[in-house]
């Protein structure tokens, strides 16, 4: 919609003002007019209307959407093996400044396929006539606009000349960052084509608003394009688990083992799973899981959507100590080497000065899961662990929520020792209206298990039988322990209260859930923590890795055995085949679980989200 010069003013009230123009003859002029892609068809309309109305505005089903172009598509930036140990957060502050929109250059083609189109129509100026294109102070930071000038895309300082617009102009928009707080920035940018008809001529302008792609975390119903985790790096011995574990680098090899057994049996080829070790120093960091929460960021093209990873690193702040100066977890700076490159970027936003409840393990991004499109969210929903006493760092909750898309969740998860919501709660598919439901771990069943064993006389059976476990109690012993026993049924009134919130958030019928026996040990792992908390004593079946919506990677159980059935095995695979879910078994006892972790922490996928539905268009997933 074109403006006269007063509407300018309002528009554009502490902007730079127009540069003069020489003077030359008067010739007749018309609006001028700028195009962006309005109708979301993926292409400017420069000959109709079909971009033209509602081009001030921004709403679902009408506006146009550039990306925030933070991946590094000439592979530019690099992460050596000393940055990775480097105690130094400078390091950290480096990384993450080095992406394609950190330049003012268009870095190949992928890069241009990462910009926006927008676009001057043709019109009727003298030749002492100028524009300009001006973004208001406040958004300016978050965008850069290229023009095309002898065939090569290149920034837009100054005047557009009376030439270029009676020819047309070809722009480009670059998204310079996410959306972090809407307080600041809400993703959305006006652009404001003004002319001036000479020095003293009549001011006419145009505006067309664009919104920032938001990211989206992806869930565990997309299929597993490919997974990664870790393997053992230089050195050898025993290494120390966090939570009084410890492991060998042997123990290493059943784990990459069935996992891949079970990759393949999913249909993921063998390529496609990787193992890479950190350095000498940090490989004994397993939780791939736990560094990063991967989502991504689209856009319409002509012909389809053009789509973008973004990795959201996790705020995990490591203090300072006699090594050296506060930095975020160094684990995490794999991502920067190993995965950042064409068409996958990495965010990372956290805060030094945080609130005494901060617990840096609610920071881990295993803490932060998602369900997939409901009624009412048809991009689905952030799930995360919090609490009055324990809470993630309050700038990475404020950024997810920020993305307008994925409103979060909050369950307590302050009881568990590691706190997240990985440990208790999975998706999965299920022959319902929606198309999936949850698996729940269930304290409860499992005590039940043991009590059918023992009735059945078979009280003698074993608990983590052929594995390297110190402790293998009989079923009798466990049942025989009272304050054990009393531990799970307060495990499960924990998990009640989860689902309580889940399913008043969600619209899940209780009746629909799918639960899979746990038990729980209470105990004050770390002794400064006052209280005791609570983690999986035997391995969580929840904690496992989705491969595809109907193949599921689930840590072995190794559950008492009865005949040739493991009894938790059978319950898990009987639950879930029920949803038309088939379960893989992955050996991770001594690699992971005496860590305190399962398969999915110390695994990660990259997701196939290209079945979910447009998210500028407002609609739901294509199941």
Not at 201 to 212: C, I, L
Not at 558 to 570: A, I
Request: charged share 25%.
């Amino acid at each position: 919609m074109r403006t006269g010069s007063a509407v300018l003013v309002a528009l554009l009230a502490g902007a730079a003002t127009l540069a003069p123009s020489p003077v030359s003859a008067t010739a007749p002029t018309a609006p001028p007019d700028l195009r962006a892609d309005v109708d979301q068809d993926g292409l400017v309309d420069v000959t109709g209307e079909s971009d033209e109305a509602g081009e001030e505005q921004w709403r679902p089903g009408r506006g146009a959407v550039f990306l925030p172009n933070l991946d590094d598509d000439a592979r530019r930036c690099r992460a050596t093996d000393a940055d990775l140990d480097r105690v130094d957060p400078a390091v950290d502050e480096r990384l993450a400044a080095c992406h394609d929109a950190a330049d003012e250059r268009v870095n190949g083609p992928r890069d241009e396929a990462d910009l926006a189109p927008l676009r001057v129509r043709p019109m009727r100026v003298g030749d002492d006539a100028s524009g300009r294109i001006d973004v208001p102070p406040g958004q300016a930071p978050y965008v850069r606009i290229f023009i095309r000038r002898s065939g090569q895309l290149t920034p837009l300082h100054g005047d557009l000349t009376a030439r270029e617009l009676r020819t047309g102009v070809e722009l480009a928009v670059e998204g310079r960052d996410v959306v972090r707080d809407p307080r600041r920035w809400n993703g959305e940018v006006d652009f404001v084509l003004t002319v001036r008809q000479g020095p003293s001529g009549a001011v006419t302008s145009d505006r067309v608003r664009m919104k920032v792609a938001p990211v989206l975390v992806q869930h565990d119903l997309q299929r597993a394009e490919s997974v990664f985790a870790a393997a053992p790096g230089p050195g050898s011995g025993i290494v120390p688990g966090w939570i009084g574990a410890r492991y060998k680098p042997t123990e290493w090899k059943p784990f990459a083992d069935s996992l891949r057994r079970a990759a393949e049996r999913a249909g993921l080829p063998r390529d496609k799973v990787t193992f890479t070790p950190g350095t000498a120093q940090w490989w004994r960091d397993i939780w791939r899981q736990d560094m990063v929460e991967p989502g991504t960021v689209s856009m319409p093209v002509a012909g389809g959507v053009h789509r973008m990873r973004v990795l959201l690193r996790a705020p995990v702040v490591w203090p300072e100590n006699a090594w050296g100066p506060s930095t975020l977890s160094r684990s995490a700076r794999l991502l920067f080497r190993d995965l950042r490159g064409p068409d996958v970027g990495v965010v990372q936003q956290f805060t030094r000065a945080r609130p005494a409840n901060v617990d840096d393990l609610q920071n881990f991004a295993g803490n932060f899961e998602s369900v997939p499109p409901q009624p009412g969210h048809p991009q689905g929903r952030v799930v995360y662990g919090t609490s009055a006493t324990r809470a993630p760092d309050p700038s990475f909750v404020r950024m997810l929520a920020a993305q307008g898309q994925q409103a979060p969740i909050a369950i307590d998860t302050s009881w568990l020792v590691v706190g997240h919501t990985d440990e208790t709660v999975h998706v999965v598919r299920a022959d319902n209206a929606r198309g999936w439901t949850l698996m729940v771990s269930d304290p409860r069943q499992a005590v039940r298990l043991l009590k059918e064993a023992s009735a059945r006389g078979e009280g003698g059976r074993k608990l983590f039988e052929g594995t390297t476990a110190e402790d293998r109690p009989t079923v009798d012993a466990v049942l025989g322990d009272g304050k054990f026993v009393a531990g799970n049924e307060e495990a499960a009134r924990r998990i009640d209260g989860q689902l309580a919130t889940l399913l008043h958030e969600t619209g899940l019928p209780e009746r629909e859930l799918v639960r899979v026996p746990v038990l729980y040990v209470w105990g004050k792992f770390d002794p400064s923590v006052p209280e005791a908390r609570a983690v999986a004593f035997s391995p969580g079946l929840a904690n496992g890795l989705s491969l595809t919506a109907r193949d599921y990677a689930a840590p072995d159980p190794h559950g008492p055995r009865v005949g040739r059935e493991d009894l938790f095995r059978t319950a898990t695979e009987r639950a879930l085949r029920g949803q038309g879910v088939r379960v893989h078994w992955v050996e991770n006892f001594k690699w992971a679980h005496l860590a305190g972790g399962e398969v999915h922490c110390a695994t990660n996928a990259l997701r196939d989200t290209s079945r979910e539905a447009p998210w500028w268009r407002g609609g739901g997933a294509r199941q």
